[in-house]
Antibody, heavy 120, light 108 residues
Framework: EVQLVESGGGLVQPGGSLRLSCAAS????????MTWVRQVPGKGLEWVSA????????HYADSVKGRFSISRDNSKNTLSLQVDSLRVEDTAIYYC?????????????WGQGTLVTVSA | DIQMTQSPYTLSASLGDRVTITCRAS??????LAWYQQKPGKAPNLLIY????LQSGVPSRFSGSGSGTEFTLTISNLQPDDDFATYYC?????????FGGGTRVEIK
């Protein structure tokens, strides 16, 4: 059974940083691209970032480019998202997601999300 | 960036109804479109990929069609608990991948 468990969310001040993590199990982690999607509570889904199976290719939404950094450790089956220079508008639930194929694929499994709140 | 526009924003329907949600892309995306269902407080769930291919385990009352810039998700015989939710389309033809704004299906 595919499981994706996010951690690392919390309350942070504007300009602060967090490192979100996602522990993956139930599939061969190194064979699939991975994605982060966020959602402001009560609002729609926003694609944030994706990474290829071996981490050689990364992609970002314009809204986070230069501030967020996606990475993965295939030896530990872990996906990460370093979020820096946080803004109030980055407040959202951040979902870790497994892609069906590479970095540019649709998502076939989702974690339950971790809430990031950016507030003074 | 490719803009994805869903309509309607909200849809009121009754048990057993057949409903259709439309998703339009600002430029051609071929058939590189997925549909997801999300229930309150839960993560989204994949329904359909490549515009019309049903994900394993998804009931056959869900169907998708379209290509290019116009796509539809049809739900036949609306079921209680299972189908009243918010639906999102997503294009995966070009980065940045983008979602539609969502369509909420509620009980009339």
């Amino acid at each position: 059974e595919v499981q994706l468990v996010e951690s690392g969310g919390g309350l942070v001040q504007p300009g602060g940083s967090l490192r979100l993590s996602c522990a993956a199990s139930g599939f061969t982690f190194s064979s699939y691209g991975m994605t982060w999607v966020r959602q402001v509570p009560g609002k729609g889904l926003e694609w944030v970032s994706a990474i290829s199976d071996y981490g050689t290719t990364t992609h970002y939404a314009d809204s986070v480019k230069g501030r967020f950094s996606i990475s993965r450790d295939n030896s530990k089956n872990t996906l990460s998202l370093q979020v820096d220079s946080l803004r109030v508008e980055d407040t959202a639930i951040y979902y870790c997601a497994k892609n069906r194929y590479g970095s540019g694929s649709y998502v076939d499994y989702w974690g339950q999300g971790t809430l990031v709140t950016v507030s003074a | 960036d490719i803009q994805m526009t869903q309509s309607p924003y909200t849809l009121s329907a009754s048990l057993g109804d057949r409903v259709t949600i439309t998703c339009r892309a600002s430029q051609s995306i071929g058939s590189w479109l997925a549909w997801y269902q999300q229930k309150p407080g839960k993560a989204p769930n994949l329904l359909i990929y490549k515009a019309s291919t049903l994900q394993s385990g998804v009931p056959s009352r869900f169907s998708g069609s379209g290509s290019g810039t116009e796509f539809t998700l049809t739900i036949s015989n609306l079921q209680p608990d299972d189908d009243f939710a918010t639906y999102y389309c997503q294009q995966y033809n070009n980065f940045p991948l983008t979602f539609g704004g969502g369509t909420r299906v509620e009980i009339k």
